[in-house]
Structures are given as C-alpha cells and as structure tokens.
C-alpha cells in the first residue's frame, strides 16, 4: 500500500488548513479537492524525485506537443495510485461525496482534440510502462474555449482552469530559461505536472511552460501614469502563453502562433541540452544515444532549426556535425493529409520572429536541394514540389521529413496513403524512414475510470491483468456465446445510459429514454468528419416518420458533441443546423419521442468520459481517406459500443481486429473516392436521384429551416451543390454516400432489437480492442524509433 489511510487523512487536514485556514468541515468541495490533490503530491513526491535521479543515468524520450488535453487528474490519479477506496472511505468519514469533490476540478483543457488527447493518453501510457518519457509543452492561461449554446449557435466564452491556480502543475523557477526572438527576449519558467502511472512507483512529468517578461513594468511610464505602456512589455511577454489556438486541422499563419511555437521548443531544447552538459559534458555527439525527440505534428517542428542554432552558435559545433545529430535527435509523427493543416510560415514573418532561425532554416533548405541534385540531377519540377522553401513559404512538413529520422503515420491505412499518395516522392528518397505507428488510448482513463461497472464485469472474469497488458481482453472473446454474462453486460450498458440520461437532463433539460438505440457522433466540427450527413439522414427519418406514422422504427436518441472552431462559419452553420433540427424533431408531437436528437452543450473530456460507455453506435463516418486515425472510435470500441462508420483511419483496423460483421461499415473507399477524383464527381447526381435527399439538402434554402439570416444555411447548401474558389461541389461526398448511409442505418435499427445478437456482437469487439491501447503504441515508439527501455525505480 502506498499510504496508510489514517495518515493520507491527517495530511489532507493539513493541506485545507494550510492553503485555506479552514478545518474539513468548513471547506468546500473545490478546497477539499485541492488539499488532497496536494495531500497526494506530498505522498508521491519522494518517488517523482527518485524517478527523475533513475532517468538521468540513461537514454530519454522527450514528447514535443503544443497539445495536451489532459482532462481532470484527480480521479485518475486515485485510481493509478490504488488509494481510491481508502479516498472514498475518508471523505465519507468526513461527510463528502468524492464524485462532488472530483467535480471541483477543471478539465486541463490544453488541446483541441485527437492530437491533444493522444499526447496525454501517451503521457499516461509511458509512465505505466516504466519508460523513461517527458512531455514538453505550453501551460496556456486559457485552453480549449468553453462552448455556450444560445438560440442553437455556438457561443465561444474564455476557459479559466486557472482563476484559483492549478495544484497539479508545480513552478520550478530555478530551471527557468530565457528564449529571445529578433526584437525580444522572454523568460520561459516551467510548470511540472506529476504523471502518476498504475502499478508503478515511477513519477514520470510533464514539463509545461509559462511566459514571462524579463523587467517588470514600466517604472517611469508609470509614473508618467501611461499605464498601457507601463504594462506593454509585461503583457506582450504574457500573451505568448495566454491562448491555446482553438483550431483543429487548420493552419492560420498567426505571428502569435509562430511564436508560441518557438517558445516552447526553444525553452524545452536548451532545458535538455543544459541538462545534458550537466550529465555528460559536451561531448554532443553522444546526444542522440541519450535523448530522442518526438515531433507531434509540424507544431514543433521549428526545433530541428532550433537545436542547430544551440549546437553551432551557442555550443560552437560545425554545421556538418551539428547536423548529423540533429538528424539523429528528431522523428516526427504526421497527423493529416488535410491541405489546410499543412503548415506553412511566410518567410517575411518567420524572418522578422526569428530571423536567426530563419537563416538556419534556409541554409537547411540548401543543403537539401544539394542532395536533390545529387540524386535527381536537373529534375527541376521534383525540386519545386519538394523544396523545403518554396517561393515565399516554408514548408514545415518537408522540413520536418528532412531533419528527423523517422516519420510515422497514426493508422496502417493513414501510413500508407503517405507512402503511396501523398508523401511518395519523399518515401522514394528515404524508405527507411517510413513506419507506422497506429495510435491507442489509454484503457485507465477510458474504460477502469469512466467505466467502473463494466471492468469489474472484466475483472471477475479474466482478472485484473488487463489494467496493464490489454492484450488480455481477448480471453473475454470466449464468453461471448454465454448467455448470462451478455446479460450482465447489457444491464451495464442500459445503466451507462441510464447515468447519460440524467446528465442530460439535468444540464440541458432534455429527456431521453434508456431503451433506444444510443447512436452518438462526438469529435470536432469539420466538413471532413461529415456530421453534416448523420443530420441530413436524421431530417430524413424525421420527414419519413411524418409520412408514415406506421413505419416502425426502434426508438433512437442521436447524440451529437462537437466544438467548432470560431471562425469556421461551415462548421457553425452546421452546429446551428443540428440544434435547429433537434428542437424540431424533439418538440413534434407526432414524433413520440421514437427519435430524439441532443447536442452536448462543451464537450470535453469530462463529457466523453460519459458518453463513450453509454454509446450503442459509435458514429465514424469521415470522407475515406481523411481521418488519419481517429481514437474516439477506439473509446467506444472497448466500451461495447458498434463502429458505424466509412473504411478510413483506425476503423480500418478495429473491423480487422472485431470482425467486419461485427460492425457497420458502408460508403466510399479510398479507391472509390481517387477514382471519382480522376474521373470527375457530379453531386446532382445522387441530390438528383437519391429518393428523399433533394427533400433535405433543399431544407437548408427552402424556407423550411431558418438560420436567421446569418446566410450559414446557403453557405452550407452552396458548399455541396455550387462549390467555392477554393474546392469543387461537395469535396467530402457527403451527397454520394447518403443512400449507403441510410441504408446501413436501416440495418443497425433492425438489427438492434435481436438484444442478445447485439450484446454478443458489443461483447467480440470489447474482446478485440487489446490492440487499441496507447501502451502498444508507446511500446512500439519505445523499441522501434526512441530505443529506450523501462527503468523502475
Ligand atoms: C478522444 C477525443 C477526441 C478525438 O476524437 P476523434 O473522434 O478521434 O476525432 C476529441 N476530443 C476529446 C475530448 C476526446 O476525448
């Protein structure tokens, strides 16, 4: 045991008196949440000390991520540490309920989505196994925004994580460093946040950094009572970490951005290599036997010029040797094909925020046409389209490709669309740095936390092996003819629901019922990710049922969850579209409550740690060839819940690991979508002739539906049917998949009455999800791109 019950009690007495000067009955919950959060720190501070000295003796991997959504510590952490119980029974001593305590917590909400939440379930992943791993990012003031709906429309308002501190990030100033950019200098001072593994002892962190200015303020321009120029350099300083930029998938070329990015980076390179020298002196040849550098997404990218400039201008080495450690220090992971993602900088920005790494990046860039010439000599055309500057952009990407030894996909099919399609001239040219890396979640979080009720149905049966090798579901595969324990299963189920129902009444006020069909679509808002046609379908089945009152139907609530990015207007119009749809339907009578339709008002990982458990259909309907990988389809999965969705990123392999008649999978392939491309795709086609969609698509601009005039609705109708300068109609094949859509979900709501059938097909893929845990994928970052091993303490 790791601490004795009666002293954690006396130490979290301790801790409300000394943050609060209350004793226990007088605080409130977010004070008792606070005294244990730091009652917890103190009990595993000794460990995370040991844990840091063990590390330094070998090889490290450090995790550069602008991104980590890493939701709320608390009950995670309870549970890694094994003191759950002993927590529950001490607040219940003292007359609190530990879900209200738990409550008190904000979500870290320093991520978008997938990107954000795949570094933290890493950060988790590599502690539990032991593995000699930090996470290095940015302790934005205000994270993700917090999403209001008024009158159906998103409504963005400021996320304070902050406003009372965070007990769980830890100020280390005397690691502080400076960062300086062409006009400025900033301190960078560090924030470390304890990463608590299961079944260990091992404190691994996450080392997240502030902004801040070097002079306080303006001593004369206050005296001057100038007040804005007083505060001006303090605030200019400050702003660097103050937002975490709230789109996904989308590159904006923002000065701010750019320079978020090298902040982080820069501070974070000059902390490893300082500790380095401390270690090993400056031998730096020797650095890629000691430190190995994950890149997560091009975000970071700017540290492959970066750790040049700290080598050559600052530690005196010779380019050509600088580069052969660099070369051997990064390995980036590629996250999206999506061409608005792709970042890329203006060199007139670049230069001006850092115009000594851009000189660097230029002299890279050189250095790289060189080789191309050398293997393609006078291939003009290869050169322009693989340039790392090219005209006046640099191109983050191929910077990333040429200065890292390896570069991954997320999903085999993801890997291979690199290989073969998008990244095919840069696969010719270096083979051996191509791999894939399929991404996983962690089963602590997202099935021993928020689904206590079925890993102790799990635990009964295959014992509690599982919490660390998930490889161990399979065992459960043998149960899945037993008729009792499907049973059992079902009745947990039907209580997930049961627990989402209420939620949701008791925030928005909606009431849905337990026994239909859960089918639920919870990711960012984007064209790509297609929510635009599970609505259409809904709007369909809705016009149908007032058609035909006798057409029978198992009752469905659809579940929709989703943050837009701000300025994304299709996206908007979109969240607008559904919550307008979902009134419609939700308030007509002659519906009857057989469907209902909710939109999650913020979803975050708060939210989803209630929704996965209580989903029957897992809504992953992306554009094949899109979606990189997806790891919300993978939540759902180990909580029984069946894939709906098209053959793109991960559901590729969740079909090849549950069985493709376990699941529902319909529409376009990538094959079917390249052939489209090659030979011209018409959208009036299937608007045209598929029975019921010109019905729906023509809602939007009928007069049927009203976006108030914000002209949303048009844009959205135009997006499908006219296209934009910048793409052709209907780029997503929202339109052409809608029959296969439809159909497939005519099938899931026939099928779902067979209970036993469908308790049984849950049951193969909660059995078949050992592959989708984020301790195989670290695993094999481990072994096959960082080279460490597990050092226990
Ligand atoms: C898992 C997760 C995501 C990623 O979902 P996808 O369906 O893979 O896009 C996004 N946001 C939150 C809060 C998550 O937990």
């Known amino acids: 045991m790791l601490i004795e019950k009666n002293l954690l009690k006396g130490r979290i007495e301790k801790q409300v008196e000394i943050l609060f000067n209350k004793s226990i009955d007088e605080a409130n919950s977010f004070e008792i949440y606070q005294g244990l959060s730091k009652a917890l720190i103190e009990t595993i501070s000794k460990n995370w000390l040991e844990t840091r000295k063990k590390y330094e003796s070998g090889k490290q991997a450090f995790y550069f991520s602008a991104e980590f959504l890493m939701g709320r510590a608390l009950g995670n952490n309870l549970i890694n540490l094994g003191v759950e119980k002993e927590v529950k029974e001490i607040l219940k001593e003292l007359g609190l309920d530990i879900n209200i305590v738990e409550d008190a917590e904000e979500d870290a909400g320093l991520g978008n989505g997938g990107l954000g939440r795949l570094a933290a379930c890493f950060m988790d992943s590599l502690v539990t196994l032991d593995l000699p791993g930090q996470g290095y990012g940015i302790k934005y003031k205000n994270g993700i925004f917090k999403q209001k709906i008024v009158n159906g429309f998103q409504i963005e308002t400021p996320e304070t994580w902050l406003k009372y501190g965070d007990v769980w990030t830890i100020c280390r100033p005397f690691d502080e460093v400076i960062v300086e950019f062409g006009d400025s200098k900033v301190r960078a001072v560090p924030y470390d946040m304890p990463i608590i593994g299961y079944g260990t002892e091992n404190v691994n962190t996450l080392r997240l950094w502030e902004a801040k200015s070097i002079n306080e ?321 809904i709007l369909d089945l809705y016009y149908r049922l007032k058609e035909n009152p006798n057409l029978e139907i198992h009752p469905v609530t659809y579940i929709f969850g989703a943050k837009s990015a701000p300025g994304y207007m299709r996206a908007k119009g979109t969240i607008r579209l559904i919550n307008e749809v979902a009134n419609l339907i939700n308030n007509d009578k002659d519906i009857k409550d057989m469907i209902k339709v909710v939109f999650i008002e913020n979803y975050n990982v708060s939210a989803a740690q209630l929704l996965f458990p209580a989903a029957d259909i897992s809504e992953q309907i992306s554009t094949a060839g899109k979606e990189a990988s997806g790891t919300g389809n993978m939540k759902f999965m180990i909580n029984g819940a069946l894939t709906f969705g098209t053959l793109d990123g991960a559901n590729v392999e969740i079909v090849e690991e549950a069985g493709i008649e376990n699941n529902y999978i319909f529409g376009l392939k990538v094959e079917d979508i390249e052939k489209f491309k090659k030979e011209g795709y018409n959208p009036n086609i299937p608007y045209r002739n598929t029975v019921g969609l010109k019905r729906v698509v023509d809602a939007l601009i009928d007069g049927t539906l009203n976006d108030e005039g914000t002209g949303l609705y048009k844009e959205l109708y135009d997006s499908l049917l006219k296209g934009a300068s910048w793409h052709k109609p209907d780029q997503y094949f929202v339109l052409q998949d809608f029959e296969a859509f439809r159909e497939t979900q005519e099938r899931i709501n026939k099928e779902f009455s067979n209970r036993e059938n469908w308790g049984k097909k849950a049951w193969i893929n909660i059995s078949n999800g050992g592959k989708f845990s984020s301790d195989r994928t670290i695993d094999e970052y481990a072994k096959e791109i960082w080279k460490i091993a597990p050092q226990r303490i």
């Open 217 to 537: 303020l303006d001593l004369k321009a206050f005296n001057d009572q100038n007040y804005d120029k007083a505060l001006k350099e303090v605030n200019e300083a400050e702003d660097i970490s103050r937002i975490l930029y709230p789109n996904d998938s989308t590159n904006e070329g923002k000065k701010l951005r750019l320079k978020q990015q090298y902040f982080f980076t820069s501070a974070s390179l000059q902390d490893i290599v300082r500790k380095f020298k401390r270690l090993h002196g400056t031998d730096f040849g020797k650095l890629p036997e000691f430190v190995s550098i994950q890149l997560n997404d091009t975000h970071p990218v700017i540290a492959i010029p970066e750790l040049m400039r700290i080598l050559c201008d600052v530690e005196g080495l010779l380019w050509k040797d600088a580069w052969k450690i660099v070369e051997k220090t990064f390995a980036y992971t590629n996250h999206t094909i999506l061409s608005e993602a792709l970042e890329k900088w203006w060199i007139g920005l670049y230069e001006e925020v850092v115009p000594r790494i851009f000189q660097i990046t230029e002299r890279i860039h050189f250095q790289f046409l060189d080789l191309l010439e050398e293997k393609y000599p006078n291939d003009r055309a290869k050169r322009e389209r693989m340039s790392i500057i090219q005209g006046d952009l640099i191109h983050m990407a191929w910077l990333a490709i040429y200065g890292s030894f390896a570069t991954n996909g997320v999903a085999a099919l993801h890997t291979d669309i690199l290989k073969h399609i998008e990244l095919k001239e840069w696969y010719e040219l270096f083979p051996e740095r191509f791999l894939n890396k399929t991404n996983g979640i962690t089963q602590r979080r997202w099935l021993l936390q928020c689904n206590p009720e079925l890993s102790n149905l799990i635990t009964e049966l295959i014992g509690d092996r599982w919490v660390t090798d998930f490889s161990q579901m399979k065992n459960l595969e043998k149960y899945s003819a037993d008729k009792s324990i499907i049973e059992n299963f079902l009745n947990i189920k039907l209580e997930k629901k049961k627990q989402l129902a209420k939620y949701i009444e008791e925030t928005q006020g909606i009431k849905i019922n337990p026994d239909s069909i859960f089918d639920i679509q919870i990711k960012r808002l984007h064209e790509y990710k297609r929510q635009l046609l599970n609505i259409f379908h």
